[in-house]
């Protein structure tokens, strides 16, 4: 029997209370910034607090670990979809050995909840998609006062936002992002990467997949706008939601990314060869890079609903049927790899087409 949400999920809402934890010998210290709020403050406070009106912030710091020594900030995100606990766990559990090992650490790990009121509600989102906002335009509008605060992702980001620029004005050194996903389908692990020079060098060392031309199609991600400020950033897809395996696979790649930014010293961490094998073997059989050729956007009328049965990277051939909606039966373009078919409710992308790739410009 699938697990349900419930047993899986509310371990990301309490954890000090959740069996889950308790199962993983997690104390109550990872709750330590659950649930506080920024004091209310004027512009005069902080230049990155909003002026009009006074608000009270949430913080979305759910765990942090000081090193001893100067270094990177890692800023990790779990739960930019509501529906995706798998991130979130694993960077507590990351979290809380890290605070056993403080001393072993170079400069800053954080952990964040991305879309808190989705989280608790168990849904990607309540009103539109956290992980789509992030465009120019809104972020303009954020910044000169004039988002719609009404809308509960826009106060999410809003919070995320402001929380984001104390972080990275704090920092004594580069700036690693980590945004954590999971999908609805079975799948194995892969890395969403921007093709900059320093993006490709940490993602190419996570031993999964990388998947070329997603960030082009799919605008106003949170990694994006981290990458357009000038910051390493990777986005993780560890397997299906509700999978426990996302969860070790997510903490695999965290502890790798700790790693290569030289925040963690391999002597130090014996499993690290562990976790590198874990992923290494979780992606046999897949291409090293793929690239995106095909988005099959959808909305609610359409009454798009995928064929069952698909994994992620499964091949398909030409013609194949994927899908249907109210228009009849949706065909393979080509041959390629079916890529996030959607098995659940909330979503504009019904599934994706990629193919094997050695000549992208990033790999270059």
């Not at 330590?32 to 608000?55: C, E, N, W, Y």
């Not at 909840?113 to 539109?128: H, Y």
């Not at 956290?130 to 000169?144: H, V």
């Not at 580069?174 to 990467?193: C, G, K, N, Q, R």
Request: proline share 6%; hydrophobic share 40%; net charge negative.
């Amino acid at each position: 029997m699938r697990r349900s949400y419930h047993a899986f999920a509310k371990a990301t809402i309490a954890p000090c209370k959740s069996p889950f934890y308790a199962a993983q010998g997690m104390g109550a210290s990872l709750a330590i910034h659950q649930g506080k709020r920024a004091a209310i403050m004027s512009p005069q406070d902080t230049p990155f607090s909003p002026p009009i009106p006074l608000v009270q912030r949430r913080s979305h710091i759910v765990g942090e670990v000081r090193g001893e020594q100067a270094g990177p900030t890692f800023l990790g995100v779990g739960c930019t979809h509501g529906n995706e606990p798998a991130g979130l766990m694993a960077l507590m559990r990351v979290c809380e050995q890290l605070r056993s090992s403080a001393h072993l650490l170079r400069g800053r790990f954080v952990a964040l909840r991305g879309n808190i009121n989705a989280s608790e509600k168990e849904q990607r989102f309540l009103s539109s998609d956290l992980n789509r906002i992030w465009t120019q335009t809104q972020i303009q509008q954020l910044q000169q006062h004039e988002l719609d605060l009404t809308i509960p992702e826009n106060i999410e980001q809003y919070e995320l936002y402001y929380e984001f620029q104390e972080l990275i004005d704090a920092s004594e050194g580069e700036i690693f992002a980590m945004d954590l996903h999971t999908s609805s389908s079975h799948s194995a692990p892969f890395v969403v990467v921007a093709p900059r020079p320093a993006n490709l060098h940490y993602a190419s060392q996570l031993h999964a997949p990388l998947i070329f031309g997603l960030e082009e199609l799919l605008a106003g991600t949170l990694m994006n706008h981290l990458c357009n400020l000038g910051h390493v950033t990777i986005g993780f897809e560890a397997g299906q939601h509700l999978d426990p395996q996302s969860v070790r696979c997510h903490e695999a790649a965290i502890w790798c990314t700790l790693e290569q930014a030289g925040m963690i010293q391999k002597e130090d961490f014996p499993d690290l060869d562990a976790h590198k094998m874990l992923l290494q073997q979780t992606s046999q059989g897949i291409p090293d890079a793929l690239e995106v050729f095909y988005r099959h956007a959808i909305t609610q009328e359409d009454a798009f609903r995928m064929e069952p049965g698909f994994a992620n990277f499964d091949r398909v051939e030409k013609g194949q049927r994927i899908a249907a909606d109210r228009n009849g039966p949706i065909l393979a373009l080509d041959d390629g790899y079916i890529f996030l078919p959607l098995y659940q409710g909330q979503g504009n992308d019904g599934f994706f087409l990629v193919r094997s790739t050695s000549h992208h410009p990033g790999l270059n």
